[in-house]
T-cell receptor
Framework: GENVEQHPSTLSVQEGDSAVIKCTYS??????FPWYKQELGKGPQLIID?????GEKKDQRIAVTLNKTAKHFSLHITETQPEDSAVYFC??????????FGKGTRLHILP | GAVVSQHPSRVICKSGTSVKIECRSL??????MFWYRQFPKQSLMLMAT?????????EQGVEKDKFLINHASLTLSTLTVTSAHPEDSSFYIC???????????FGPGTRLTVL
């Protein structure tokens, strides 16, 4: 089955700097790669996703890249703000099917 | 985006009792829903796939007789934790894929505490 590895487990960046979280997946059949932000005591919120037919997608300060050959995908957050502090999960799935999550990255934005 | 709700948001029960958690897709129909469990400071682990009109599919290591799933309609799936024990205390989260656009949405979660 699918296995998703996520790094780093914890990341601290100065407010205004960029944050990068990297993930790898194992199943070449996976074609949908969402990223979720989870705040304490809440369910995960979809922040951006990418499908296997594109290599990059951007939404304001958030961007995601996908390298299908290497089975790598990454989340980039620019101009980080205090409200970006949360746990971020990458995930992989075959569209419409179960989603397999990475172990999460706890992002701290330092003042 | 689409909305998925869960009820209750938190529940405390005594050991040995059963607890039912509801998951609803509010503005779209979902023939499939997924149930996850999340322990503190850990990731979401898939427990089972709920299928409307047929039996749920459980992940390896998840006891189907302990975690009963019923997908009663195209907008409702329920998870019943039977004979709950303290080790079942966890954050239970459901999700539902929306076909168009092809996106999966998560509920707000249910915090279960078994005393």
């Amino acid at each position: 089955g699918e296995n998703v590895e996520q790094h780093p487990s914890t990341l601290s960046v100065q407010e205004g700097d960029s944050a990068v979280i990297k993930c790898t997946y194992s199943d070449s059949a996976s074609n949908y790669f969402p990223w979720y932000k989870q705040e304490l005591g809440k369910g995960p919120q979809l922040i951006i996703d990418i499908r296997s037919n594109v290599g990059e997608k951007k939404d304001q300060r958030i961007a995601v890249t996908l390298n299908k050959t290497a089975k790598h995908f990454s989340l980039h957050i620019t101009e980080t703000q205090p409200e970006d502090s949360a746990v971020y999960f990458c995930a992989a799935s075959i569209r419409g099917d179960k989603i397999i999550f990475g172990k999460g990255t706890r992002l701290h934005i330092l003042p | 985006g689409a909305v998925v709700s869960q009820h209750p948001s938190r529940v405390i029960c005594k050991s040995g009792t059963s607890v039912k958690i509801e998951c609803r897709s509010l503005d779209f129909q979902a023939t499939t829903m997924f149930w996850y469990r999340q322990f503190p400071k850990q990731s979401l682990m898939l427990m089972a796939t709920s299928n409307e009109g047929s039996k749920a599919t459980y992940e390896q290591g998840v006891e189907k007789d302990k975690f009963l799933i019923n997908h009663a309609s195209l907008t409702l799936s329920t998870l019943t934790v039977t004979s709950a024990h303290p080790e079942d205390s966890s954050f239970y989260i459901c999700s539902a894929p929306e076909v168009n656009p092809d996106t999966q949405y998560f509920g707000p979660g249910t915090r279960l505490t078994v005393l």
